[in-house]
């Protein structure tokens, strides 16, 4: 697709542009958010401001026009989300982000062909959500193929591909002064061994330091050669000392022919392993199980149920602030209408149904419900399209996560709801305790997929993980047998059973990649309490169900790749979306309770680690429920 680049200067924006061109993409523009004249940087949340004075000379090395706009907002929302819930997705007017939509706008008006957007994000959420949330207002693409890198990787695979750049800001312990205009490449060990004293982050993902390219091979046309500087001191101290380098004269030096041929031939930009090292043993293990004599002893094909849901009352379970319907659905007179009004009218009865189990708005309750599962009757392109249209209408930033099945003759709902006024009077020191956060993440990376239609990939409190089928991500598209090429592992190369099952079928593959996502969007995943702590799970997430959907009995056949004693539902149905053959859901608890005294209710909650126990058959009286 053509694409527009996002540009800061630094080495990620423009690294991700060599990721932008491995995948097929073309750049057509550069763009970028300054501040007004005679100021070399702003208190900004969003913009990398220092270093603006060379944009235009990396706009005119990379051969294409440059688009700006001077930041006039401020960063008002602050907070890990940006916009509503509610449907309709506006921003908040006279925030810093607002700046993105009218400059993108802009740039549409001269290329009304881009579809996508590169940002060169790896770890910030907040810059990431709201490059995301400019970019659905204009059905645009967001291409960050760093996000969620291993920073010390990531940085040796710059330096590998000869990117040059220099320390243009400084601001993280054991950087100073004397580091600015020093290249990245003479900056590396020291990097580095910081990281390894004080866990700063390699790439400065924590405002450590701010770069300037001035080379990018590949993509480059033209080197930039800084020919005068001025270091200017933001901030005196021993420890982190801020300063920075103003650009004053410089110029760019275009590459002939011959150049740009040696550079053509240079090793191709790197890209990361499309499985760990854990799940490419996964799969293995998937192909040996599908290879053994158990998995031929299921049967081919199983006699569909006839449904019965259309006639059943919708079911409904509450449990503090927590509520659970399920088996809504249109009255029979309706269930002949489109997908599109099915889904529309499936989502009024809901509100209905909430309305009797909340004080606050069912709308508003919706909105900011934890899960959805959408059973469509079938799952082909132009229905699955129906039914995202209709069922974005009822949601804006951060929707509820996901999982769309086709089974049954007509379109039904389940949801789980939160509502923290339902939170009963004797707890409620802890209605305050969790709030809701969502991980939306909409870019094409190596990470995970982007949402294929209007859901999150995550909601917490507790944490409600979309279903997860296993496409690729930098594509969205399902793998084929020959995306992980041999060598293979000895015992595999003299096993021509297993050799033959990865070779000609890709459900191993498919098979390793669900389990994949789920854990990186559980890593990724955001856990947050009342003091406004937010982080990722990393290894603390505990399963506390699973539900696999699977169109064939004989799809992982053999579950010793699944965590022992996890409560696990397994169903075979109709369809999956884009055609996957499995699609996991999973609901996982940090394992952090918040203990609190109802008779010190000011006191500051203890949090304790605690690991969810199943237990099945007899429940000892020991165990409190």
């Known amino acids: 697709m053509k694409y527009v680049a996002l540009l800061s200067g630094g080495k990620d924006s423009c690294f991700n542009l060599l990721h932008c061109l491995k995948n097929g993409h073309q750049l057509v523009a550069a763009a970028t958010l300054s501040p007004e004249s005679g100021k070399d940087e702003i208190d900004s949340y969003l913009y990398q401001t220092v270093g603006q004075d060379g944009i235009a000379l990396i706009a005119d090395a990379l051969r294409v026009p440059l688009y700006r706009r001077v930041i006039c907002g401020h960063p008002l929302e602050q907070g890990p989300e940006y916009g509503t819930t509610s449907p309709g997705g506006s921003g908040t007017p006279g925030d810093e982000t607002e700046d993105l939509y009218l400059l993108l706008k802009t740039v549409l008006e001269h290329h009304p062909d881009v579809q996508g957007v590169a940002v060169g994000a790896i770890l910030s959420n907040y810059q990431r959500v709201r490059v995301e949330h400019v970019c659905r207002r204009f059905s645009l693409t967001p291409l960050a193929y760093l996000w969620q890198r291993n920073q010390v990787a990531l940085l040796s695979e710059m330096l590998s591909a000869h990117l040059n750049a220099v320390l243009i800001k400084v601001a993280g312990a054991g950087l100073i002064p004397s580091h600015l205009g020093i290249s990245l490449s003479a900056m590396h060990p020291t990097l580095l061994k910081l990281h390894a004293m004080y866990g700063t982050h390699p790439c400065g993902e924590g405002g450590e330091y701010e770069s300037f390219t001035l080379d990018c091979p590949r993509i480059f046309q033209g080197k930039i050669i800084l020919q005068e500087t001025e270091k200017m001191a933001s901030m005196e101290g021993d420890v982190a000392p801020v300063a920075y380098l103003r650009i004053k004269r410089a110029e760019v030096v275009h590459k002939n022919e011959d150049d740009l041929s040696i550079e053509a031939k240079q090793a191709d930009v790197p890209i990361p392993p499309l499985l760990e090292p854990c799940f490419q043993d996964v799969r293995m293990r998937v192909a040996r199980s599908l290879g053994s004599p158990l998995s031929c002893t299921l049967p081919t094909h199983i006699t569909p149920a006839v449904s019965q849901a259309i006639s059943l009352p919708p079911s409904i379970r509450t449990l503090g602030p927590w509520i659970a319907v399920g088996n809504v659905h249109t009255t029979s007179e309706n269930a002949s209408h489109s997908v599109a009004e099915q889904v529309t009218q499936c989502f009024h009865n809901l509100k209905d149904i909430l309305a009797r189990y909340t004080t606050s708005s069912p709308s508003e309750v919706l909105a900011k419900s934890a899960m959805i599962t959408l059973f469509l009757p079938t799952l082909d392109s132009s229905t699955f399209s129906a039914a995202n249209t209709a069922y974005s209408a009822f949601f804006g930033a951060s929707p509820p996560a ?94 021509p059973e ?94 952090r309770c918040a203990l609190s005294d109802p008779d010190h209710m000011d006191d500051d909650e203890e949090i304790v680690e605690r690991t969810p126990e199943f237990h099945q058959g007899d429940i000892p009286s020991s165990i409190a429920l």
């Open 402 to 495: 996901r999982a769309c099945i086709a089974a049954g003759k007509s379109v039904t709902l389940e949801c789980v709801a939160w509502a923290p006024e339902r939170t009963p009077e004797k707890n409620a020191h802890f209605r305050n305790s969790w709030t809701r956060r969502s991980l939306h993440v909409q870019s094409l990376s190596y990470w995970a997929p982007a949402n294929i239609g209007p859901y999150s990939q995550a909601i917490s409190p507790w944490t409600f993980i979309s279903g997860q089928i296993g496409l690729l991500p930098a594509s969205l598209t399902l793998p084929t047998s020959s995306d992980i090429l041999p060598p293979y592992s000895p015992d595999v190369e003299c096993d």
């Open 498 to 591: 297993i050799r033959s099952c990865l070779e000609t079928s890709s459900l191993a593959l498919e098979t390793a990649l669900v389990l994949q996502h789920i854990s990186r969007v559980i890593r990724a995943a955001p856990i947050s309490s009342r003091n406004g702590d937010e982080g990722g799970f990393g290894g603390t997430a505990n399963d506390v169900s699973s539900c696999f959907w699977r169109v064939s009995v004989n799809v992982v056949a053999n579950d010793t790749v699944e965590k022992p004693l996890v409560p696990t539902l397994y169903a075979v149905v109709t369809s999956l979306p884009c055609g996957a053959r499995l699609e996991k859901v999973v609901v996982v608890h940090s394992g």
